[in-house]
């Protein structure tokens, strides 16, 4: 067997058991148990607010991260609740929900301290999350910090970051004489089920 024939033999046969552990599968928000929240700063009164209207899809293989993770999470607009209805019809407008009834965040990358590295049933691994982010019809790259762990035979996926309202073309809305600040703080809890 000539020498490069035997190369490519030999590193096939090294390759042939991490090509056959790798176990993509199709992961999916369980309905209920899973939000998207956001806490916005307002001078006489903080407040947050939650959507649990979500779909979405992802490509994970939880015994290995390094594998590479692909989906999508979108959440309906006017789904999202801030408890006091004046504030959330202020909400969506600010958020164009009529001409942009979705938000939606793409995974593009996600990085975890070491590869490869599987989920475990106890102990969190710890993630950095970026994707493109829609808002109000306007897409921007973010980064979320993340964690993700086995329950139960689920994945419970939990990240935050913080931006400007102003990087998505939205004006802070104005109560009285007091404006909400710019910032503000998103986050997402998933439980995640496996697919066939």
Known sequence: MPAAALLVYLLLTLLEPALASADMARWVPVAGQSLVSFDASFPPADFSGFGRDLTGEFEIDASDLGQGVTGRLSVL????????????????????????????????????????????????TLLTIQGRLSIAGVERVKRFSGRVRLKQGRLWVRGESRFKMSDFGIKPPQYLLFRVKDEVGVGFDLLLERRP
Request: hydrophobic residues 40%.
């Open 77 to 124: 607009v006017n789904t999202m609740t801030t408890g006091v209805a004046g504030r959330d019809k202020d909400m969506y407008k600010a958020l164009s929900a009529e001409r942009n009834p979705t938000m939606f965040f793409v995974v593009q990358t996600v990085e975890a301290p070491s590869f490869p590295l599987g989920v475990a049933e106890h102990t969190d």
